[in-house]
């Protein structure tokens, strides 16, 4: 029974209370889960509205756009902009910064309007990931300095999964709620309270494909997984890999696991495959937030100091245990 339980802005509206903040907060997120559900509409209409195959052209990192990256990342702006609540927005489509002009916005916003859009055509989960940060004093938000801020100062992050339901999962630093997109009423409701990732697991994923790629230390770790019961392990692991990395998180914050996409001798002159500003700090807030652990492998995620917006990084993600086993594997891998 839907009414029975608390809606997405009661949610908003209990925390702004309670932590004392004006509503501008609340008025932030409101657009972003309009902007959400209107994406989760576009999604799920598919083939039905033309919404499916390539747009014919390259985002600002080479990659070949779909017909929903351009479509979402225009829904982000556009119901993102109208609110006011925003300085400027970046986003993975997005060579450089978006002033938003004729407000006095106080934050800027970080966003991937549809990450793992490969898996679009062949109708498997898609979604969408946000961070927000505060305008720094006497920033200027057409400069993209202004968002260079380290994962640690995110005021609030999040995803949207696009999956056999809509689903909203977002932390404001004080721990990680998952709301359900109720198509009926329009409304997303709170269904996954305080969301915990367990310590331990007995699920990896990571792209096996790649593995002539990888460092040792990410080889032992695979292998001894691999190993099972009679491994050092001494248990069975399960593997998954759904190329889509918010399927990935909310897998493991829903039952544990690990994810990975290391830097390895192929991507490593990029710096790795996943972006640090609107894709590894968000999942890094909510992963940790939910008591799990988010490391390169050498360095926590959110300390990483970003140098661009568009910034690569390593990512180790999910249960404690696990992205403890990894760091120290890198650790003696590397003499210390
Ligand atoms: P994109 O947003 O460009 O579709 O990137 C998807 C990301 C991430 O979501 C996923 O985990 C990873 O790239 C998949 O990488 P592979 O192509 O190596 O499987």
């Not at 991937?112 to 969408?128: A, C, R």
């Not at 460092?215 to 399960?238: H, I, L, S, T, W």
């Not at 390895?264 to 996943?274: I, V």
Request: aromatic share 8%.
């Amino acid at each position: 029974m839907s009414y029975r339980r608390i809606t997405l802005t009661h949610y908003l509206l209990q925390e702004q209370r309670r932590l004392g903040r004006s509503g501008a907060f609340t008025a932030l997120m409101h657009d972003i889960i309009t902007a959400c559900k209107m994406i989760s509409h576009e999604v799920n209409r598919g083939a039905m509205a033309g919404n499916l195959g390539t747009a014919g052209s390259e985002n600002v990192q080479g990659e070949e756009q779909k017909t929903l990256d351009v479509l979402a990342n225009d829904i982000f702006l556009h119901m993102n902009a109208l609110g006011g609540s925003y300085a400027a927005m970046a986003s993975e489509e997005l060579d450089d910064v978006h002033v938003v002009h004729g407000n006095d916005g106080r934050y800027l916003l970080l966003f991937d309007p549809l990450d793992g859009s490969s898996n679009i055509d062949v109708d498997i989960s898609v979604g969408t990931i946000f961070s927000v940060l505060r305008l720094p004093e006497n920033a200027n938000p057409g400069h993209k300095g202004a968002f260079l801020q380290a994962g640690m100062q995110q005021v609030c992050a999040g995803y949207a999964l696009y999956g056999p339901s809509t689903m909203l999962v977002m932390t404001t630093g004080n721990g990680v709620n998952g709301f359900t997109l109720d198509r009926d009423v329009g409304m997303f409701f709170l269904t996954h309270p305080n969301m915990t990732v367990p310590a331990d697991t007995k699920e990896f994923a990571i792209n096996a494909s790649r593995a002539r790629f990888w460092e040792p230390p990410v080889k032992r770790y695979v292998e001894e997984c691999q190993a099972g019961k009679e491994g050092p392990r001494g248990k069975d692991f399960n593997m998954r890999w759904v190329a889509s990395m918010v399927a990935e998180v909310h897998r493991i914050l829903v039952r544990g696991g690990v994810f990975l996409y290391p830097v390895d001798a192929e991507n490593r002159k990029k710096g790795g495959k996943l972006r640090l500003m609107y894709e590894a700090n968000p999942m890094a807030f909510l992963i940790e937030q939910a008591g799990g652990a988010a490391s390169t492998g050498r360095e926590r995620i959110m300390a990483v100091e970003p140098g661009d917006l568009h910034q690569r990084v390593a990512v180790m993600l999910g249960s404690k245990n696990e992205v403890e086993r990894l760091v120290s594997h890198h650790r003696e891998f590397d003499g210390g």
